[in-house]
């Protein structure tokens, strides 16, 4: 934790010039993009984009996970997806799935999660039709295909939410699917005409 916290510490001296940018971040925010990940460290999204602070308004959960929407409970993620929508005026929203997903690779693997309760209660939210693994799938430690299925279910989850069903219908917000390749950097996004997910 101690080389973060000098990192922290020297923050406002790395920033420079770059700082008095900021400051208009003081005044609020207009991000470009609602980007849904997975909690992994391994993915920083604003690493992956380039973003500067204030062009992406993040959602991360394990496994990148968006719960089927109820009208009748709150959440976090349904919190964050509204604000994002009715409040920010995304334009975009993004669901980003990686390679060596190890809340997707539990689910494909049938993983005993007893240890963690919490983990294997949320992952329960996965849907387990979409991440059915044949063998070459519960091998691959990339666990690829799985993922790329389980992006393209948490996009169809976020047509029920009704700001966004809304602004689909409106032709004021699109929704991408996206997987990462934590090995090689690449970003592939999926391609509804072909079906496949392609580099950008």
């Given at each position: 934790m101690e080389p973060l916290i000098d990192r922290a510490r020297a923050f406002p001296q790395r920033v420079g010039d770059a700082g008095r940018e900021l400051t208009?971040?003081?005044a609020g925010q207009s991000p470009q993009a609602l980007f849904i990940t997975c909690s992994d460290s391994r993915v920083v999204p604003a690493l992956i984009t380039n973003a500067?602070?204030?062009?992406?308004?993040?959602l991360r959960?394990?496994?990148?996970?968006?719960?089927?929407?109820?009208?009748?409970?709150?959440?976090?993620?349904t919190a964050t997806v509204e604000?994002?929508?009715?409040v920010l005026g995304v334009r975009d929203i993004v669901v980003c799935g990686h390679s060596h997903c190890g809340a997707v690779g539990a689910v494909v693997r049938?993983?005993?999660?007893?240890v963690v309760p919490a983990v294997r209660d949320w992952l329960r939210h996965a849907d387990p039709t979409v991440l059915r693994a044949d063998a070459a799938d519960v091998f691959d430690p990339t666990v690829a295909g799985p993922v790329q299925r389980h992006?393209?279910?948490?996009?169809?989850?976020?047509?029920?939410?009704?700001?966004?069903?809304?602004?689909?219908?409106?032709?004021?917000?699109?929704?991408r699917g996206w997987f990462y390749e934590i090995h090689t950097g690449l970003v592939l996004e999926h391609r509804p005409d072909s079906g496949l997910f392609l580099p950008l």
């Open positions: 208009g971040l003081a500067d602070p204030g062009d992406l308004f993040e959960t394990a496994g990148n996970i968006v719960p089927v929407y109820r009208a009748d409970g709150a959440s976090g993620e604000y994002a929508v009715e049938d993983e005993d999660l007893s992006v393209l279910a948490q996009l169809d989850r976020l047509r029920g939410y009704p700001a966004v069903a809304r602004r689909l219908r409106e032709g004021r917000i699109r929704l």
